[in-house]
């Protein structure tokens, strides 16, 4: 079986308790011979006539005594077969949340969320199965089986045995063609479980955009057509999945007739007792469970194979963004160059020509309409992609020649679109930090301007703020992301048009604060409202991922281009002045 091939690391990783766990099991499968033995000499005994008050007396005691042991051996095999695959569980799915957070952005694009948490959860569930119940059912039926028939050939009646066993090929047969199919129809069926848990992560999470358009019917509609299909795939995988204890059972009853016939005839003869067709027919009713664990087992063995094979396909996509194989030891912020000739997202041109240096403790502005290339130039620098033409370099070596984590703890980073915890503000605020004290994390508010609207809030710094801080306005949310990147005290601050949501007096404060704070730091704001950058050491214009104007705010203000013509525009704006002409112009 291929798939006990590919999980025997992990057995041979935990081979004591599994070896520990299956020396009970099969000491079990020993006890379990003892009760019919003892009811067919009970049975005997009573048909001659000469059972004594004694000997029944020790034969319970018999009884109890293998029952006592039995149930300790149970517990023993439960917690070292069972309780150990849940370890599986543990190990695969820290390997899965591991490659998860080293992957690029191209393999999100890929994979849609509810995809990845059925790869975390049903998926892993299924290998734990395997590893507990798998390797139980496997044990427990060839031991049980082994002890069962070998006592039942040589203490009974070898006879017997033989025509007892004659419908079981049949059965092994039939049981291999009818876990094929399973396979088949599980694999589909956690496909069409990724699915439905993609349909339900983007309708809960899109809830308020469908109320706003009314199109609840509709969504609902588009949900239970999913629904439906995971439904009827799960139906086709039950209808093969039902169909092995059935079939079991008829290969049992087949050979329980054969039994009793050939019985019947040879007690006539005087070839076996009462008492041993009695113990037989006791140690054949032992045999459906181990038969049936051949069903269980083959089931499982065909659904933990599926669902590796989908873990291991996960696990196998690389990401975009490599390590350097020899990193810069030492990462310091310095200047920063960039020399990029191209780059594109998929065989498309996003940024062309992009040529410019920034000094340590110099301030970057990227202005420009939407769509111009400001955030894939950010991204860059992130390394959540590479540059496919060019290099940037900071401090003289290639951000490429650093480790990413080294380079990424250098950068503070507020994106367009704020994720916030499902915890309290201090959490969330202390992000990268947790030890970081109640007084920093008051002073990172206060820089940015959200500190009043905290304190303001029934529990303060205590309030959660609940699933992607919906409990708070579009300016808070900026304003908190901030907090959470300035209180770290980055060498390069990044603000992806995170100012979008406050209003300009507010902006104006937030501003004058990281002019003071960051006098020897490096930052670097996108926006769309002008104001936000006047006060950069240099402010690049982007149009279609090229610079378009460069220079100090005075410079392309004398330039009379795009940046002036806007600037003018978002004056009178500001001003309350109407202006048809300049609000017709594509700025934003």
Not at 172 to 185: D, I, N, Q, V
Not at 229 to 251: E, G, I, Q, S
Not at 496 to 502: E, F, I, N, P, R
Not at 527 to 550: F, N, P, T, Y
């Amino acid at each position: 079986m291929s798939i006990i091939k590919n999980l025997w690391w992990f057995f041979k990783e935990e081979k004591r308790r599994y070896l520990i766990g299956i020396v009970s099991l099969s000491l079990v499968a020993v006890l379990n011979l003892i009760p019919p033995k003892i009811m067919g000499q009970v049975i005997d005994a009573i048909t001659r006539g000469n059972l004594t008050r004694t000997d029944l007396l020790l034969q319970l005691l018999y009884l109890v005594l293998a029952a006592f042991a039995m149930y300790g051996l149970r517990y023993i095999w439960r917690m070292y077969i069972l309780g150990t695959s849940y370890r599986l569980g543990q190990i695969i799915r820290y390997r899965l949340f591991e490659h998860f957070t080293k992957m690029s952005p191209s393999f999100y694009q890929k994979y849609r969320t509810g995809d990845l948490m059925a790869h975390a959860t049903n998926d892993i569930n299924s290998l734990t199965r395997l590893a507990g119940g798998g390797v139980m059912s496997a044990v427990d039926a060839s031991i049980t089986a082994l002890v069962t028939l070998v006592t039942m050939f040589f203490t009974i009646s070898w006879q017997m045995t033989l025509i007892a066993v004659i419908p079981l090929p049949f059965m092994a047969l039939a049981t291999s063609k009818l876990g094929r199919k399973t396979h088949e129809t599980f694999k589909e069926s956690q496909a069409a479980f990724s699915e439905l848990n993609n349909k339900v992560q983007e309708s809960v999470a899109g809830i308020k955009v469908t109320k706003s358009f009314g199109y609840q019917d509709a969504e609902i509609a588009a949900f239970q057509e999913v629904n439906e299909m995971t439904f009827a795939k799960n139906m086709r995988t039950m209808k093969y999945d039902v169909m092995f204890d059935p079939l079991v059972l008829l290969f049992i009853g087949a050979s329980y007739v054969l039994t009793l016939t050939v019985g019947a005839f040879m007690i006539a003869q005087n070839q076996v007792t009462v008492g041993d067709l009695v113990t037989f027919v006791t140690y054949l009713d032992m045999l459906v469970w181990p038969l049936m664990a051949v069903g269980f087992l083959f089931n499982m063995v065909q659904r933990g194979r599926v669902s590796y094979e989908r873990i291991e396909a996960l696990l196998a996509q690389e990401s975009d963004v490599k390590e350097a194989s020899l990193p810069v030891e030492v990462v310091k912020n310095g200047r920063l160059v960039y020399h990029v000739e191209q780059f594109g997202y998929e065989e498309t041109e996003t940024l062309s020509d992009i040529q410019f240096a920034l000094e340590k403790g110099q301030t970057l502005g990227l202005v420009g309409q939407t769509g111009s290339g400001k955030t894939s130039l950010i991204k860059l620098l992130l390394r959540e992609h590479d540059v496919t033409k060019g290099s940037i370099s900071l401090n003289g070596h290639d951000i490429r020649d650093y480790r990413l984590s080294d380079l990424r703890q250098l950068i503070g980073y507020v994106p367009q679109d704020q994720f916030l915890f499902a915890t309290t503000i201090l959490e969330n605020v202390r992000f990268g930090n947790p030890d970081l004290s109640r007084e920093r994390v008051e002073e990172a508010t206060k820089l940015s301007q959200v500190y009043e609207d905290i304190v303001a809030m029934p529990e303060g710094f205590d309030t959660v703020i609940g699933e992607k801080g919906v409990s708070l306005s579009g300016g808070q949310k900026q304003r908190l992301a901030m907090s959470r990147a300035m209180i770290l005290n980055p060498e390069i601050l990044i603000l992806d048009d995170s100012l979008s949501a406050v209003d300009a007096k507010t902006e104006y404060a937030i501003i004058e604060n990281l002019k003071e704070t960051r006098q020897a730091k490096t930052t670097i704001i996108s926006a769309h409202r002008l104001s936000a950058v006047v006060h950069a050491d240099l402010i690049l214009v982007m149009q279609g991922g090229k610079i378009i104007e460069r220079g100090r705010h005075e410079d392309l203000l004398a330039q009379g281009g795009w940046y002036a013509e806007t600037y003018a525009s978002q004056q009178l704006e500001m001003e309350g002045v109407p202006n048809d002409e300049n609000e017709s112009m594509d700025c934003f």
